[in-house]
């Protein structure tokens, strides 16, 4: 908003009385909603998630009998299996057995991998 300083996280800031989205950075975003706390618990989320997508790379996936890459993590079990035309993700709640397959298809192991994150972060909330 200022433009003095570049910034990391960008808070993209609306109000029903300006046309234009507002991209500013956590202090802005404190001042624009005279709110000292949430911007910062939002950008202090974002920093872990970026945290986080950094070492899922590093993880280690195991190899199911039947072939599946797999790797059981915060109570879910993530499975990659193997389509004609490319991979999926399949994730289930462990203590539950409640499951899910993402309809995405990927064309390599690493892709569906890297994607699996999301398919656990979706779990947590949903299944």
């Not at 009385?17 to 624009?32: K, N, R």
């Not at 993402?102 to 890297?114: N, P, W």
Request: include cysteine; charged fraction near 30%; hydrophobic fraction near 35%.
């Amino acid at each position: 908003m200022c433009e003095s300083v570049e910034i990391r996280y960008v808070h993209f800031m609306e109000h029903p009385d300006h046309p234009e989205t507002l991209a500013v950075g956590c202090i802005c975003a404190e001042h624009m909603e005279d709110d000292y706390v949430r911007p910062r618990e939002r950008e202090k989320g974002l920093r872990r998630l970026s945290g986080r997508r950094k070492s899922w790379a590093d993880r280690t996936w195991r190899i199911s009998q039947n072939g599946n890459s797999y790797i059981n993590t915060e109570g879910f079990n993530l499975v990659i299996y193997n389509r004609d035309d490319g991979f999926v993700v399949s994730v289930a709640r462990r203590n539950s057995g409640k499951r899910q397959t993402g309809k995405q298809i990927y064309l390599t192991v690493a892709d569906a991998r890297a994607s699996a994150l999301k398919a656990l972060l979706w779990a947590k909330s949903h299944l």
